[in-house]
Each structure stands twice: as structure tokens, then as C-alpha cells.
């Protein structure tokens, strides 16, 4: 996965709170959820803290805010985000918002850019206080995507997957996904209560897979507003293993088999590995929104 050296990368859409101190309590892990549980959960990708059961202790309902120092500082060009993590889901996210701004023309809604937020150990959001064990989620409440990246790290330590920029471009990309279902009014039918491998919850989180897997159809041919040119200059079918890799990793099936020992489908909220694999290629080969109906 290879940025053009030259592009200029749009600060603005991440927020950098990494170092941030949240005020009030520390954040706990109601209803006996223990805390790696809740990691594993949120390595599912997309389950926010109000899902998790997690309190504040008081503190406020939105991140606390942030001078974007460190990717303002560091994070200018593609060349950068071809050397730095933090650089790279910069320049990541600005190339998923503007195949999502250009897909959402040709249609009658408009999208609406959603801000990422990096950061570290802790944050509040308008979803409950979050601590770096829940992984990556995206909260409706203030329509924001946040994101630790100690959580690369744990996809290769904890769950063995390959790793690599495309990884990572997968988890945000996912996240994004999210963030569409919630424009488009379908983000909330995962919140009737059911699991299951044919539940709702299931079928929005394949839904976001398949959206990630059509931004990646479209990744090196999406231009940069700012330049009229893609962002994104080189995706390898390399880079599209290690994001399948990532995808198998977090199935539910993985999940429950290497830390229960035993697979159990009617409790599935994210779908199994070859679920997730199935429906981030139908995205990415036929780069069509409209094959992404995971509700049919």
C-alpha cells in the first residue's frame, strides 16, 4: 500500500488526544463483564463503550479536546503517511471520506464527514468512557470514529494475523462502514437484542465489511480533493491478503474458538472469519455499494 509522496494530507480529520488526560473517574466494566472480555469484544470491531457496558465515573460525554499537535506537526504529506501509523490512517481516512463524498453524489442523501479520534489509554465519548480494551469502534452519539493504535499490535501478538498497512486501512475502513449505516438510517437495526449468525447484529457488521471492501475497489482511483489525484498510488494483492487476514482474525468463530475452545453460533454479533472474508471481497471485486445488502 503506497501514497503519493507529494499529496497534502487533511489534518482536520483526525484528532489526535493521544496523551489527553480525561477527567473524573476511572472507567469500569459494568454487569461482570471483565476487562478481557471486553477486549475481545471490541477486537470484534465497531462495539462502542455504551455496548459494553462502560461508565465514566462522571466524566463528560465528549473527547476531551485536542491542539492536533502531533499529526499536525508530523503528518503533512503522503510521504509521511508512507513511514509513519499515525500518518497512514490520516491519509487513510481522507482517502475513505472522499469515495464516500463522491459515492454519496450520485445519489439523493449527502454525506456527512465523520473526524477520527487517536488516542491513548482512555477517552470519553458521547457514548460512555472508553478505555484502549475495547479497540476501535465508531459511536453514533457524536459520529465519531476512535481508535487506539495499540490495537495493531494486538492483532499481531493476540491474534496472529500478518499485520501491514492494509490491515490497518481495513479497521478504519470497516469503521467508516459504520459510520455510512448510521447516514443511511441502518446502522440501528443491530440494536434489537439478537444474535446469532443470521441475526442483525451479524448482517451490519458484514455490511460495514463489504463497504470496506468496495472503498478498497476504488482506493487508487479515488482522487484527492485537494490535488484532483489519488491518494492512494499502489494497492497489492498483498496488501489485499493482509487485509482478508485481518477480517479472519476477528470472525466470531476465531474468537470463541481460541479463547472458549468451543464455537458457539447463536451468540455470533460479528459473523465468522469465512462470513467476513465472503463479504469484504464481494465489496472489493465488484466495488458496487449496492451487492453490500447484507439484509436480503
Not at 454525506?111 to 484502549?132: D, K, L, M, N
Not at 489525484?229 to 482478508?244: E, M, N, Q, V
Not at 472469519?273 to 436480503?296: L, S
Request: hydrophobic share 35%; with cysteine; aromatic share 8%.
Amino acid at each position: 500500500m503506497q501514497f503519493d509522496d507529494d499529496a497534502d494530507l487533511d489534518t482536520s480529520e483526525v484528532q489526535d488526544v493521544r496523551g489527553s488526560r480525561v477527567p473524573g473517574g476511572r472507567a469500569t466494566v459494568g454487569g461482570g463483564i471483565g476487562v478481557l472480555l471486553a477486549l475481545l469484544l471490541g477486537l470484534f470491531f465497531g462495539v462502542g463503550p455504551d455496548q459494553l457496558g462502560l461508565s465514566s465515573g462522571g466524566d463528560g460525554p465528549t473527547a476531551t479536546a485536542s491542539s492536533l499537535a502531533q499529526v499536525q506537526q508530523t503528518c503533512r504529506t503522503g510521504r509521511d503517511a508512507n513511514t509513519r501509523d499515525d500518518c497512514r490512517i490520516v491519509a487513510v481516512v481522507n482517502s475513505v471520506q472522499d469515495f464516500w463524498d463522491a459515492e454519496f453524489t450520485r445519489g439523493p442523501d449527502t454525506y456527512t464527514r465523520s473526524p477520527t479520534v487517536v488516542f491513548s489509554e482512555r477517552v470519553a465519548t458521547a457514548c460512555g468512557t472508553a478505555t484502549s480494551a475495547v479497540g476501535p469502534f465508531y459511536c453514533p452519539g457524536d459520529r465519531k470514529v476512535y481508535l487506539d493504535l495499540g490495537f495493531f499490535d494486538e492483532l499481531r501478538t493476540t491474534f496472529g494475523t500478518d499485520g501491514g498497512p492494509f490491515a490497518q486501512a481495513y479497521v478504519v475502513a470497516h469503521e467508516y462502514g459504520h459510520h455510512v449505516q448510521d447516514l443511511m438510517g441502518t446502522l440501528g437495526r443491530s440494536q434489537d437484542g439478537r444474535t446469532g449468525a443470521k441475526s442483525n447484529a451479524v448482517r451490519v457488521e458484514l455490511q460495514a465489511d463489504c463497504y470496506a471492501g468496495v472503498w478498497a475497489h476504488h482506493a487508487t482511483t479515488t482522487n484527492d480533493e485537494s490535488t484532483g489525484r489519488p491518494l492512494i498510488t499502489s494497492l497489492t494483492d498483498a496488501d489485499i491478503r493482509d487485509g482478508l487476514d485481518a477480517a479472519a482474525a476477528v470472525g466470531d468463530d476465531r474468537i470463541q474458538e481460541r479463547f472458549q475452545g468451543r464455537v458457539t453460533p447463536e451468540t455470533w454479533t460479528h459473523g465468522s472469519a469465512k462470513q467476513r472474508q465472503q463479504w469484504f471481497r464481494e465489496g472489493y471485486h465488484t466495488g458496487d455499494t449496492a451487492r453490500c445488502d447484507t439484509f436480503r
